[in-house]
């Protein structure tokens, strides 16, 4: 059983900064990707980004790119998002998700978090 928790969501204003963290727990018995979600309210969950095992191959989706940073601590088994330059239409609940054998996340990944909101004001 692998348990995701995302923390580090919360109120920001239009051009300012969150880090979204996500501890992993439990046990993984073969390499996996990471990567973060988001759902608006009224819209369909969309990928935001995704970090393979190694930490070597990183993917954005075009929303974000040169906005957010993901990236992977495995002393701390926690994956982090870095939103930089935030914008109202980045408000959303974010989830966490791991996908095994894979470099990237996939649109039906093995294991979500319970999600954090974020919410930018204009």
């Known amino acids: 059983q692998v348990q995701l928790v995302e923390s580090g969501g919360g109120l920001v204003q239009a051009g300012g900064s969150l880090r979204l963290s996500c501890a992993v727990s439990?046990?993984?018995?073969?390499?996996?990707?990471m990567g973060w979600f988001r759902q608006a309210p009224g819209k369909e969950r969309e990928f935001v980004a995704t970090?393979?095992?190694?930490?070597?191959?990183?993917k954005y989706a075009d929303s974000v790119k040169g906005r957010f940073t993901i990236s992977r601590d495995y002393a701390k088994n926690t994956v982090y998002l870095q939103m930089n330059s935030l914008k109202p239409e980045d408000t959303a609940v974010y989830y966490c998700?791991?996908?095994?054998?894979?470099?990237?996340?996939?649109?039906?990944?093995?294991?979500w978090g319970q999600g954090t909101q974020v919410t930018v004001s204009s």
């Open positions: 439990g046990r993984t018995f073969s390499t996996y990707a």
């Open positions: 998700a791991a996908d095994r054998d894979t470099v990237a996340v996939t649109a039906t990944p093995d294991y």
């Open positions: 970090i393979s095992w190694s930490g070597s191959n990183t």
